[in-house]
């Protein structure tokens, strides 16, 4: 199809790249570097898209980032399929794939078109109205019915495929905005030697300049200046240049998140490139220079395909090289407009009338404009577009009434004025100020090290624009420190002058009732609808904006916030600044999940820790579970095993000869120098300063509340040197709470603490076989239940690398825990593997240990606690050392309510059937006859399957429950009332005799 | 029965190291990857009376300025807080049994296996640890020689600059093939 | 993310190295065991959580690992200062008007 709409010789594209697309299924072709909606206008194509409430026609309004309207769904592929990418920034490429979205069964017919019929029932606040009754049939009914109705694009069903990077870069000044004004700052700040960002969120940088055709700076047109000044600051080294880049965040401390579109304009970007890249800069200077938006004119149906800002049009002539129409209207209340006529006239374009809402504007434009035998209509107003998916005409009538006249157009192009960009500014928390004059809100107040230049500054001509930016850039450069030098300011030599324009609703606007004259075209806001929330008694802007959703779409309000506040300030009777504005917050533009995630996704989410050992475990089939961040193994199935039968024969085997177990995750904490006593008598509720080296002791750590937060195994390896173990989970909080405690409330005592956690692996060999498994591949350390005792450590060597070998068991069994250099840990465990082999040992995994713990009645921390158990509660009663006068958590542990009667205590549970288990976490009551609700008296915190007793068992918190020995109580479930008889804690070798067995 | 075992003690028989990720590479334009060979590493902790007597032990002067290590015959010490500092020793001599012979106060914890180290080198070096370290690598802020304990992703770090264009990254045995696969991951995107 | 001056390291850091540790200067009693009900609830459970300035604890935990106190505004999220921890309150805080 030939592109009827591209000007020979017009626009800054090599026309001799074609791309070809799709849009809904027809082709087209396009021109490399153009973007979609520049493609589609070329080929006549105004019609792009559905609005989100009433599913009225649309086309573009913009040629920017503030569009609204033409939101299309990009498919690369059946995982690539992005939805409400603004066709007013996607770059063209041959191939890419577009489609229309929110419409049924296609865009041109849209059933739920029917919805602008229907609309008088469609106005603010409808849905709060009206979806109240019945209640039920909102979540039902209601909402899945709206939602499909008034959808933006279609989420993708597939996991992204793409890839996302992130940077953190740090700069002297940052400049955002590659305008005349961001350019100049960048070129005075980078000059100075400082390191300079400069970004844009075009491809190409010139900003206004891509569109205005009467800049020029020094003695050359205005875009091609810009494009030399940034190759200049692009071959510095102290300057990055970022195009395509947007900055969305301004945070503390000049903090600012830019996403930089890597890669969505290439045709085939592979592997290599990420699709985009997340640049989190520090900057000691900010330069804004984020310019202004135009603003469209309120009046009826002023949402027609066709009908768009005067300053788009000229971008997609001076720029692009395409004409959005062949006989255009014009609708103005300001000088800008005047140029876009202007441009199209000499290119060629038909104008048919200028409508100028002034009543004898004077300048040179007007007059350029007349000369080119442009008609141009003063004091009139356009009340009306005509013409349904596609604009046919104009109505127009003198502002003030009178005879309505029709001019028949195929495009209106509009200019209600310019709003500067403060959003970023904004962000920064910086307080806008109301220019009364101007009738601009402007930055006032700045709260952080920026400064705003240009038309985002209020600024008006490009002489005025350069001056102040240049200054800008030099003085941000030289606040960060650097030296003034000498250089030189570009000099303008020709260039446009704008006047004000108006805000709110032109005449014509309403208030008819019949009228659509839009305010918001993305949410689909009208002037109407912002009367009807004044009338309905709204009176700040946030509340207007609320009722009404003006400003809330993903394009936040960026041609519409100012006209809602004129409109709303106007029906209250109120000055614009009283009404107040709203919040402007990130992001400035929808920002895609990938670029957040960036690297974070996959194997990189989180980091997945495993110990030295896995491998073996791994190859030995060990199935394993998530611990944290670690991965342990959980069981080790033989073939055929189901995981109940492979525990129930670990926990056998364990107690019949003797099982391995990997325990490196343990956290361990080398507490080292001549106070290392001192101070564990102060973080551990036992005593320490007796312990003989070459001793252990189980030890509680509670916090000050009193409650337990650790336990775990300490060796005395010397007198001033303890190894303490941890939980696994606790490692890091365990060694947060002790650091906290020596260098904030106990700095006086000389002892440090280092995290040894990987730097030893574990191996656990428990059972009666473990001393002959271990002991053939021992030096230096007597193994003799004498020289070796239950609960002591020594240093020597294992397999000839050095080892502490801890006699310990959390099985009730004979065992040991065998800690080498983590290196080491593998091909220790398999020497001991080998060694176990001979005793028919097997490896048992974290399930089985947890089962074999529960047998003997230890509890672990987090599962038979939960922050609210005390020593005592859990029966721990006798590792508080009663004759301290000191310890975190002395004094919490005294408090009334835990020391009263009736507290939860641990007990042991049995069931009545032994082959019963209860559910973990399932609840305790008395009387099973009560009425529901029941008072819970406790629940259960482990319960297993116990092979080695035959039995279930479960360890539960009950209310007085060691008052309650022998007690039968109920545990409801959904079928079952489970009677449970109180037990002790402990289920088997009660006397413990097997220790040493 | 104990007795027994405790007489038939095996042959010692030196086992094999199995260090995490070892021998590793990537090396892309712009910027190459290493998991570098096994170093002797301790954690020394000491008030400040006691620095000189343990640079003198150690052979080398033990930093006191923030961000910033000694090095000398392949021994460095970086500074990681008021009170602390990371001894490497790529040369295979202990620094813990340098140390076992200082009477004054300290604390020296052997953690030779806790870490493992990356190097990271070439003129994207700098560019590839920003993809997750939030500090500012410039060689003003960050000259050769700086050392720091830091973030990368969602790891914690401790980087060293060896050169304008190289850095170790030290970090725990664990957290090595996050670490690894996160370096790799950024290199391929640190070059533009 | 906000930049924080450690006094240990003497220089600006990113926020992702530290963590909060919550209100300063809270002593604990040297004599903890001590304490009545009433002075162990203040000490424990009751924090002054002021609109505007607070002195709060944290730690450079993923840097010199050294916690320290900082004088904040809840306001505004500005640090006014840093100090190493144990040292005293500061009578006068930088750029304060009173």
Redesign the interface.
């Known amino acids: 199809m030939i592109a009827t709409f591209r000007i020979p010789g017009a626009g800054r594209l090599k026309q001799a790249e074609t791309a070809r697309f799709s849009f809904d299924g027809q082709s087209y072709a396009g021109v490399e570097g153009e973007t979609l909606a520049s493609a589609l206008l070329a080929n006549g194509v105004h019609l792009v898209g559905r609005s989100f409430k009433y599913h009225r026609p649309r086309g573009f309004l913009s040629a920017g980032a503030e569009e609204p309207n033409a939101l299309v769904e990009i498919k690369r592929d059946s995982a690539r399929r992005t939805p409400n990418v603004r066709a007013t920034v996607q770059e063209l490429y041959d191939g890419l794939t577009a489609q229309s979205q929110n419409r049924w069964p296609s865009l041109a017919f849209d059933v739920s078109a029917l919805g602008d019929i229907a609309s008088p029932l469609l106005s603010a606040g409808f849905y709060y109205k009206t979806f109240m009754w019945p209640k039920s049939a909102w979540k039902n009914f209601y909402e899945p019915r709206i939602r499909a109705a008034a959808g933006l694009g279609v989420a993708p069903d597939q996991p992204d495929p793409d890839?996302y990077?992130?940077?953190?870069?740090?700069c002297d000044v940052l400049v955002l905005g590659g305008g005349a004004a961001g350019i100049a700052a960048a070129l005075a700040a980078a000059e100075t030697g400082v390191?300079v960002i400069l970004a844009d969120e075009q491809a190409d940088f010139g900003g206004s300049l891509r569109f205005e055709s009467g800049a020029r700076i020094d003695g050359q047109d205005g875009f091609a200046w810009a494009q030399g000044a940034v190759a200049k600051l692009g071959a510095m080294d102290n300057v990055r240049v970022l195009s395509r880049t947007t900055a969305f965040g301004y945070y503390a401390q000049n903090f600012v998140g830019l996403v930089e579109r890597?890669s969505d304009h290439l045709q085939n970007p592979g592997r290599?490139?990420?699709r985009e890249?997340l640049w989190?800069v520090?900057a000691k200077r900010v330069v804004l220079a984020t310019g202004a938006i135009e603003r469209h004119m309120v009046f009826a149906d002023n949402d027609r395909p066709g009908v768009m800002l005067a300053s788009a049009a000229r971008t997609y002539l001076n720029h692009f090289g395409v004409a959005v129409g062949r006989n255009v209207g014009v609708y103005t209340a300001n000088d800008s407009a005047y140029a876009a006529a202007i441009d199209l006239k000499k290119a060629g374009v038909g104008v048919a009338a200028i409508v100028d809402l002034r009543d004898n504007p004077t300048g040179s434009m007007i007059d350029e404009a007349r000369a080119l035998g442009i008609e141009v209509n003063f004091g009139r107003a356009v009340i009306r577009a005509g013409g349904k998916l596609r604009v046919s005409s104009m109505t127009v009538q003198p502002k003030n009434g009178g005879g309505e006249r029709t001019i028949p157009v195929d495009a209106i192009l509009m200019s209600a004025g310019w709003t500067p960009s403060v959003h970023l500014f904004s962000q920064s928390r910086g307080k806008v100020a109301f220019n009364d004059e101007t009738k601009r809100f402007v930055p006032g107040t700045y709260a952080q090290d920026c400064v705003s230049v240009g038309a985002c500054n209020g600024t008006d001509g490009l002489s005025a624009t350069i001056d102040e930016a240049y200054a800008a850039g030099a003085k941000a450069a030289k606040d960060a420190g650097a030296n003034t030098v000498k250089a030189t300011k570009p000099k303008v030599d020709a260039s446009e002058s704008w006047s004000r324009g108006m805000l709110g609703a032109a005449p014509g606007a309403g208030p008819d009732t019949t009228v659509k004259a839009f305010v918001d075209f993305q949410n689909d806001v009208t002037a109407k609808d912002i009367r009807q929330a004044v009338h309905e008694g709204m009176r700040s802007i946030e509340h207007v904006k609320r009722f009404t959703t003006n400003g809330m779409a993903t394009d936040q309000g960026k041609t519409s916030n100012m006209h809602g506040l004129a409109i709303a300030a106007e029906t209250l009777g109120k000055p614009i600044p009283q009404v107040g504005l709203t919040t402007f917050r990130a992001p400035y533009t929808p920002v895609t999940f990938g670029s957040i995630v960036g690297?974070?996704r996959g194997?990189?989410f989180?980091?997945?820790?495993?110990?030295?050992i896995h491998p073996w475990a791994e190859a030995q089939g060990a199935v394993f579970e998530d611990v944290g961040?670690?991965k342990r193994a959980w069981y080790f199935p033989k073939a055929g095993e189901d995981m109940h039968a492979a525990v129930d024969r670990e926990c056998v085997t364990v107690r019949k000869t003797a099982g391995l177990f990997d325990a490196s995750t343990l956290g361990k904490i080398?507490v080292?120098?001549?106070d290392a006593a001192k101070f564990m008598e102060l973080l551990y509720t036992n005593p320490w300063e007796k312990l003989e080296p070459g001793r252990c002791r189980y030890g509680i750590m509670l916090r000050e509340d009193g409650f337990i937060y650790d336990d775990g195994v300490v060796g005395r390896l010397a007198a001033d040197r303890f190894h303490v173990t941890t939980t696994t989970g606790g490692a890091p909080r365990v060694m947060n709470h002790m650091e906290d405690y020596l260098q904030t409330e106990f700095p006086h005592l000389?002892?440090?603490l280092?995290?040894?956690?990987?730097?030893?692996a574990v191996i656990a060999v428990q059972g009666p076989k473990s001393?002959?498994i271990i002991?053939?591949?021992?030096?230096g350390i007597?193994?003799?239940?004498?020289?070796l005792p239950h609960m002591s450590v020594r240093e020597g060597?294992i397999?000839?690398?050095p080892t502490r070998l801890f006699r310990m068991s959390f099985t009730g069994e004979r065992g040991f825990e065998v800690n080498v250099?983590?290196?080491?840990?593998?091909?220790?465990w398999?020497?001991l593997w080998s060694e176990g082999q001979k005793h028919g040992a097997c490896a048992y995994g974290t399930e089985a240990m947890h089962v074999l713990r529960a047998e003997k009645g230890y509890i672990i921390v987090g599962q038979d606690t939960d922050g609210t158990v005390t020593p005592g509660d859990a029966g721990l009663d006798w590792a508080v050392g009663k004759k301290k006068t000191d310890f975190v958590g002395i004094r919490g542990m005294a408090r009334p309510d835990l020391v009263a009667k009736g507290r939860k205590q641990l007990v042991g549970l049995k069931t009545k059937d032994p082959k019963v288990v209860l559910e973990e976490g399932a609840q305790i009551v008395g009387d099973p006859k009560q009425a529901i609700p029941m008072t819970m008296i406790g629940h259960v915190t482990s319960s297993y399957w116990s092979q080695n007793c035959g039995r279930s068992i479960a360890l539960a918190l009950v209310a007085g429950g060691r008052d309650r020995m022998g007690e039968t109580l109920y545990v409801p479930m959904a079928n079952a009332m489970i009677e449970v008889e109180v037990t002790g804690m402990v289920f088997f070798d009660e006397k413990g005799e097997r220790l040493n067995g | 029965?104990?007795?027994a075992?405790?007489d038939?003690?095996?042959a010692?028989?030196?086992?094999?190291?199995?260090?995490?990720l070892a021998g590793q590479e990537l090396s892309v334009t712009g910027v190459t990857l290493a998991v570098l060979q096994?170093a002797q590493r301790i954690?020394l902790?000491a008030?400040e009376a006691s620095v000189a007597v343990l640079s003198k032990a150690l052979g080398v002067s033990l930093p006191q300025k923030?961000?910033t290590s000694a090095a000398k015959a392949g021994r460095t010490a970086l500074w990681?807080?008021?009170?602390?500092w990371l001894v490497i020793d790529d040369a295979a001599k202990d620094p813990l049994a340098d140390c076992a012979a200082v009477t004054a106060?300290h604390?020296?914890?052997?953690?030779?296996?806790?870490?493992v180290a990356i190097s990271v080198i070439g003129p994207a070096a700098a560019?590839t640890i920003?993809?997750?370290?939030?500090?500012?690598l410039?060689l003003d802020?960050f000259p050769v020689g700086a050392a720091?304990?830091?973030?990368l992703?969602?790891?914690?770090i401790v980087l060293l600059r060896t050169a304008a264009d190289a850095f170790r990254v030290e970090c725990?045995?664990?957290?090595s093939?996050?670490v690894f696969?996160?370096l790799s991951?950024?290199a391929?995107?640190a070059a533009? | 993310?906000l930049l924080i001056r450690c006094p240990?390291?003497?220089?600006e850091?990113?926020e992702?190295?530290f963590r909060n540790a919550g209100e300063a200067h809270i002593a604990r009693s040297a004599d903890m065991a001590a304490t009545s009900d009433d002075d162990f609830e203040k000490f424990f459970f009751i924090r002054s959580n002021p609109k505007g300035i607070i002195y709060e604890r944290w730690r450079h935990m993923?840097?010199?690992?050294?916690f320290f106190n900082a004088v904040r505004d809840t306001v505004s999220d500005r640090f006014l200062m840093t100090y190493k921890a144990g040292e005293p309150k500061p009578a006068k805080l930088p750029g304060a008007s009173e």
Not at chain 1, 754 to 760: A, F, K, L, P, V
Not at chain 1, 775 to 779: F, K, M, T
Not at chain 2, 172 to 175: I, P, T, V
């Open positions: 890839r990077s992130a940077r953190f870069a740090h390191r890597v290599a490139l990420p890249r989190q520090r690297h974070a194997k990189l989180d980091p997945t820790r495993k110990t030295a961040q670690w080398e080292v120098g001549p000389n002892v440090w280092t995290s040894t956690t990987e730097q030893w001393r002959d002991a053939p591949l021992v030096e007597d193994m003799s239940d004498g020289a060597r397999c000839g690398v250099p983590a290196d080491y840990g593998q091909a220790v398999e020497a | 029965m104990a007795k075992a405790a038939k003690i095996a010692p028989s030196a086992v094999e190291r199995r260090p995490a096994p954690s902790r008030p923030p961000k990681l807080g008021p009170d602390e106060l604390s020296a914890v052997g953690i030779s296996h806790r870490n560019a920003n993809s997750g370290c939030p500090q500012d410039s802020a720091s304990r830091t973030i992703g969602k790891a914690e725990w045995r664990s957290f093939d996050y696969t996160f991951e950024a391929g995107d533009a | 993310m240990y390291c003497e220089e850091r990113p992702l190295e993923h840097g010199c690992a050294r």
